[in-house]
């Protein structure tokens, strides 16, 4: 704290201040304290963001647009994983000698392998 705005004093008054006060006062002397420490804080952030270089310029169109039309497949994908999971789940309930666990691990073995096949393809492009 070599560059701090708080001194040691000040932090020593409000001490002395919280204790001679008395509990009336005790919230007040707390919270005026925590607000000079929080202007502190927010001056040491806003301090170290002004001397961070400044972020590269947005991103290229054409790869937003590419990982946008990704998106789509991505969330049918997840949909259907739920779905059969459910599905999977409640076929195996009704079919005497199935296990939930037997079904799902079928059902997401398939789907695992529609998954790395879809971004294979993706690689390939």
């Known amino acids: 704290m070599g560059d701090s705005?708080?001194?040691?004093?000040?932090?020593?008054?409000?001490?002395?201040?919280?204790d001679e006060l008395g509990p009336d006062y005790h919230?007040?002397?707390?919270?005026?304290?925590?607000d000079k420490l929080?202007?502190?804080v927010s001056a040491r952030i806003d301090a170290q963001l002004g001397a961070r270089p400044a972020r590269k310029a947005a991103a290229d169109p054409a790869l937003l647009e590419?990982?946008?039309?990704?998106?789509?497949?991505?969330?049918a994908g997840s949909v259907l994983?739920?779905?059969a999971s459910g599905a999977a789940v409640e076929w195996s309930v009704h079919y005497p000698g199935s296990s939930p666990v037997k079904a799902l691990a079928v059902v997401w073995a398939v789907l695992a392998v529609l998954y790395?096949?879809?971004a294979w393809r993706l690689r390939r492009r």
Do not use: N
């Open 27 to 34: 919230d007040a002397v707390v919270q005026s304290f925590l």
């Open 81 to 83: 994983t739920a779905v």
């Open 5 to 18: 705005r708080l001194s040691p004093e000040e932090i020593r008054a409000a001490a002395e201040v919280h």
């Open 66 to 75: 590419h990982k946008r039309a990704q998106l789509g497949p991505m969330v």
């Open 116 to 118: 790395l096949g879809y």
């Open 38 to 40: 929080d202007g502190e």
